[in-house]
């Protein structure tokens, strides 16, 4: 199977984003698939914003996003855009850094005002990365995510199209055209 790498853009701790990565690697490692969760608030700040490639944390986080067939991008919104600290990091990324690889954008916010932050500000930047494949995007509300305990609980109004945009990714990391991901055919 494939290596996926799930990358959590939050800067908070606790993060329901970052608990959506857990519950994504979960279904991924379920799958069959070597997850490893890259949590970018874990990162040395001065070198990541100080595009310090030579720390040996950053070559290791660039490292593993070089290693990965597939990538699962995991933002909170704000300001209508995915957070600025994972844009930190994504800008320490090669020009190619996705290059041959799935990506699944995931992004949570507090209001459906901002779903279209996936596709005007994430996509486009995935894409930049020269992604095999960016699969459809998934914008869940902050009251669809409950931590509880050490879990998420997903709303049942999100639990079908959160288990669809991963069941799409799992196909785009075999290699399988889109349609038939999406349970059509040619």
């Known amino acids: 199977m494939s290596s996926v790498l799930v990358i959590s853009g939050s800067p908070a701790n606790p993060s329901r984003t970052e608990k959506l990565g857990e519950h994504v690697s979960g279904e991924l490692t379920a799958s069959g698939h070597e997850v490893e969760h890259l949590r970018v608030r874990a990162l040395p700040a001065d070198s990541l914003l100080g595009a310090d490639f030579d720390d040996p944390a950053i070559r290791a986080a660039?490292?593993?996003v070089e290693t990965a067939d597939g990538v699962v991008l995991a933002t909170p919104t704000y300001k209508a855009a995915y957070s600025g600290l994972l844009k930190a990091f994504l800008d320490l990324l090669p020009q190619f850094g996705f290059a041959g690889k799935a990506v699944l954008p995931l992004a949570t916010g507090g209001s459906v005002a901002h779903v279209l932050?996936?596709?005007?500000?994430l996509r486009p930047v995935a894409h930049s990365l020269g992604a095999r494949h960016v699969v459809q995007?998934?914008?869940?509300?902050?009251?669809?995510l409950a931590v509880v305990g050490e879990d998420l609980e997903v709303h049942p109004d999100s639990t079908k199209p959160l288990a669809d945009v991963i069941e799409q990714f799992d196909k785009a990391l075999d290699g399988v055209p889109h349609d038939t991901a999406l349970g059509r055919t040619a």
């Not at 995007?137 to 669809?144: K, P, V």
């Open 62 to 64: 660039v490292a593993q």
């Open 117 to 121: 932050s996936i596709d005007y500000a």
């Open 137 to 144: 995007s998934f914008f869940l509300l902050d009251e669809h």
